[in-house]
């Protein structure tokens, strides 16, 4: 069985600090492959910022195609929608039952907040949750902070945010390095975020 970690986000775009942290938990934990799982735009949110879900995955593709432990993922493109991450956890799990065993990956913010998101109590029961750290004054409820299929990964820090290139891009600042070159180079052809 594979030991796979599923990176949730709308990677709008996907940046550096995303791939440093997949890199990290690909490398140094026991998970061997990290899938971005590109979350598609809803029907019920008009986003005006929120990219196109087929320019969204080009970006995340074109970021992982030269790790081979980091792969993307549109499973959630198919899937009814509102996206809760416990049904695509599920379905996952069902579609590669006899090859993968699947983890959550999430940042220590979202650790925070957890106990409100739909049927978490089964996500922690038959999934481990690998958390790297985030700053955030919030505290973590200590039923979350000793459990024991919660991981807590030692990844560096990264305070780079998708709102922050997309803001700093249109006002005509160099975003560049906080960007994989090969996003840089497809958001810059298609012109977006401007």
Known sequence: MKK?????GTFNPIHI???VIANHLAEFTDLEEVWFVVTP??????KQSLLENHHRYQMVYEAVKEY????VSDVEFGMPEP???????THLSEQYEKEREFALIMGEDNLKGFHRW???EAILQYYPVYVYPRISELQVPEALREHPNIHRVDAPVMEISATFIREQHKAGKNIRPLLPEAVWKYMDEMNFYR
């Open 83 to 89: 996206n809760y991450t416990i049904y695509t956890l």
């Open 17 to 19: 600090g995303h791939l």
């Open 68 to 71: 081979p432990r980091l792969r």
């Open 118 to 120: 739909k049927n978490y």
């Open 41 to 46: 735009k809803s029907p019920f949110k008009e």
């Open 4 to 8: 796979t970690g599923l990176f949730f």
